[in-house]
């Protein structure tokens, strides 16, 4: 029996560290976790923009263990994810980085994590790079179910293909609404192609929230295997301070779980309502990131 007990002890101590493991992970895992799913979203992105613009070359290589991604000279998305990140940087591989893009015409944009080799942006900044568009990364173990009241005035309702103007038009406002509505007819034209893709790429579920039956915003939820990102959610300016935020992010961490996922990446430009929503569903600061940038 004495044996028994220490076998079923074992059996049961084994399975809470596991857990805890699962709960908690190193948190080198979860910034190799966070910079996978950035790369499966850069190249998903990417490939929707054939979609979007058909006429448009794409690019997509990898260098110095990151993923250099084209499409468009003037579109945002257009960037390097991951480069440095599996060793030091060499000269020859920043050269390498530049020629991909300035035989694009295209300005380059190179991000910087904490898993970036050092010596990289002391590098740019000698080349004559500006730093900017730093970002707060957030992460959440999906272990259990999202509780949160959610008002019956509030609905989502998923966003399909055939309303994809409608979507990129909604979110895009509600990202430049700032003191006042803004014209949805005035959005730049690369803007509604980066969330298009952004919304529209594989493995993204695009959504609208409504108000009293209105469209009020819309949001993204993006899985990548046992990982979700919770992103590119805007509300309209006239329909704010009304729940609608929190309803959507209820709704997409309750989707993840569902569908399996383990945990679930955002990010956040600064503090501010987002970061505070992100807090009172119990998410945890990571890291930060920034982007390195050479003009055309």
Not at 50 to 77: H, K, M, Q
Not at 176 to 194: F, G, K
Not at 270 to 295: C, E, H, I, Q
Request: positive net charge; glycine residues 8%; contains cysteine.
């Amino acid at each position: 029996m004495k044996l028994k007990f220490r076998q079923g002890w074992a059996k049961g101590d084994k399975i809470m560290a596991d857990s805890q493991a699962w709960c908690h992970p190193n948190r080198g895992v979860l910034l190799e976790r966070l910079q996978e799913l950035s790369v499966a979203m850069l190249r998903a992105a990417t490939s929707a923009m054939s979609v979007r613009s058909p006429i448009t070359e794409l690019s997509l290589t990898e260098v110095a263990g990151g993923c250099l991604a084209f499409s468009g000279a003037d579109v945002p998305l257009t960037r390097a994810v991951g480069v440095g990140t599996s060793g030091s940087v060499r000269q020859e591989e920043v050269e390498t980085v530049e020629s991909f893009y300035k035989s694009r015409s295209s300005a380059i944009r190179v991000v910087i994590s904490e898993r970036t080799d050092p010596w990289l942006p002391v590098m740019l900044r000698k080349r004559g790079y500006e730093s900017g568009d730093f970002m707060q990364n957030w992460w959440l173990p999906l272990d259990t179910r999202i509780a949160e009241t959610v008002s019956e005035e509030i609905e989502i309702v998923p966003a399909g293909l055939n309303q994809a103007d409608q979507w990129v038009r909604t979110v895009g406002a509600g990202f430049e609404e700032n003191d006042s509505p803004v014209d949805e007819a005035r959005i730049p034209r690369r803007a509604l192609d980066t969330f298009y893709c952004l919304g529209f790429a594989d493995g993204a579920q695009p959504f609208f929230a409504k108000y009293k039956g209105e469209v009020a915003g819309g949001g993204v939820l993006h899985i990548a295997g046992e990982m979700a990102s919770i992103r590119t959610a805007s509300v309209r300016i006239q329909y704010r301070n009304k729940g609608v935020q929190r309803a959507m992010l209820a709704h997409r961490l309750n989707t993840a779980i569902r569908e399996g996922c383990r945990f679930a990446f955002s990010s956040t430009e600064a503090p501010g309502p987002s970061s505070r929503n992100l807090r009172r569903f119990g998410f945890n600061t990571l890291s930060t990131s920034y982007t390195m940038l050479l003009p055309h």
